[in-house]
């Protein structure tokens, strides 16, 4: 077992894997439908800002 590498998990419904700086549009496109970052229950980045965010999560 090598523990370096980074596993994506696959189920019937859904796939984990890994944030890559390459899922940025979807999940800016995401946060954007029905303005999911402007809620007051939850801390997300706006989609202009989605890049970014990742950036910082993964430094």
Do not use: C, N
């Not at 940025?24 to 970052?37: I, T």
């Amino acid at each position: 077992m090598d523990f370096l590498v980074l596993p994506t998990l696959t189920g019937s419904l859904a796939t984990l894997e890994p944030l890559v700086p390459k899922h940025a549009g979807e999940l800016a496109e995401a946060v954007a439908g029905g303005g999911l970052y402007q809620v007051w229950y939850t801390r997300l980045p706006s989609p202009a800002g989605m890049g970014a965010e990742i950036e910082h999560r993964l430094a």
